[in-house]
């Protein structure tokens, strides 16, 4: 069983997925690769002594069915390169994971329709009403949203598919012995359970060390056909993610923020050199040349009858959040009548209280 091979590779926490592909590659079998000896590795161009006796030092130490008996026992699926259903555009970036490991219902998700969504992970609340409300208008599609289940845009990201009936894929940066950030443990149960699917190329053991997210960001991009960028500083893991949509020859995207927040300087460094400008879902499709297929007609949103007042001030909220004292100003109304007026209309979901005393549009 050729299978245990790859696992046990993926188990070697001082080797990665370039330096399992050049043996496989060398070999053209997995278990002679694993196998191998020292005099053979030596034979391979360009491969260091130091990095083949390092590699025969840690395979010595693997129990081969005991990492293979580890993975099973925890109930984790997976995929190896030689795998025929092995994701076809994550196989085609320059460094695929060896080991592709998942939880949930990955077949399920529409892998012609994989759109990647990054950004800061401490978002604005700009860019998170921004980024929900594009994913809203896709609601009930085929698309599939890949992101990194980290806290910020990540989460939003997941969170408004789930919202939204659509599916979604996270791509974690350790082994699933770990749930990082743990603020995200519901988010990961709810993927696993019906919603998507959790991926990762780490064997379950391995922890979220800092290396391995900048690692992860080449399987977001590399799963999706193009990376929507939602908020990026211009020294962000987003930005590097953006970098690496380029380098796999994939679309990139950015949604526009307030030019006076640090984390959409990245953002508009992108849209200058000519990524693809988005406000709007129909940018995205357009974009990637989608024609989406809807699982069930989306309800209509229509607005409650509202009285003179509440019109008073919904028109005052038609542009930007507003504070009590600004409302008072453009409404003419008195303190009293215009804080019942907020209280009814948060009631009936067109408004929201945000930032203190300030008020929004839902």
Excluded at 171 to 193: C, M, Q, R
Excluded at 246 to 262: A, D, K, T, V
């Amino acid at each position: 069983m050729k299978n245990k091979y790859w696992i046990a590779f993926s188990s070697i926490e001082q080797i990665d997925s370039r330096f399992i592909q050049r043996l496989y590659n060398y070999f053209g079998d997995i278990e002679k690769a694993f196998n191998s000896s020292i005099d053979e590795l030596k034979n391979i161009d360009g491969l260091s002594v130091k990095k083949a006796e390092n590699f025969i030092k840690f395979r010595d130490k693997v129990d081969i069915d005991r990492t293979f008996t580890n993975v099973e026992t925890r109930g984790i699926n997976f995929l190896t390169l030689e795998d025929e259903n092995y994701p076809s555009l994550l196989k085609n970036i320059e460094n695929p994971p060896a080991v592709l490991y998942y939880k949930g219902k990955l077949f399920e998700c529409n892998l012609e329709k994989t759109l990647a969504v990054v950004g800061s992970r401490k978002a604005s609340s700009n860019a998170r009403e921004n980024l929900k409300k594009i994913i809203s208008e896709l609601k009930n599609t085929d698309i599939c949203i890949v992101s990194g289940l980290a806290s910020g845009i990540d989460t939003v990201a997941h969170s408004a598919a789930i919202e939204n009936n659509i599916k979604t894929i996270g791509v974690i940066a350790s082994g699933f012995d770990f749930t990082y950030p743990a603020s995200n443990k519901t988010l990961y149960h709810n993927i696993e359970n019906g919603y998507g699917a959790v991926v990762t190329e780490y064997y379950p053991t391995f922890e979220p060390v800092k290396f391995r997210f900048p690692q992860r960001n080449r399987i977001v991009s590399g799963l999706s056909y193009g990376t929507l960028v939602a908020e990026a500083s211009l020294k962000s893991g987003a930005l590097i993610t953006a970098n690496l949509t380029l380098e796999q020859g994939r679309e990139l995207m950015c949604i526009p923020g307030e030019i006076s927040n640090p984390n959409t300087q990245g953002i508009y460094k992108l849209l200058k050199n000519g990524a693809t400008l988005v406000t709007e879902s129909e940018d995205i499709l357009n974009a990637l040349n989608w024609e989406i297929q809807t699982e069930g007609k989306g309800e209509q949103l229509t607005l409650p009858m509202l009285t003179e007042e509440e019109e008073k001030i919904f028109k005052a909220l038609e542009i930007e959040e507003k504070g009590v004292d600004e409302l008072l100003n453009l409404t003419n109304l008195r303190l009293d009548d215009l804080l019942m007026n907020l209280t009814t209309m948060e009631l009936k979901g067109i408004i929201k209280q945000c930032n203190g005393d300030r008020y929004k549009k839902v």
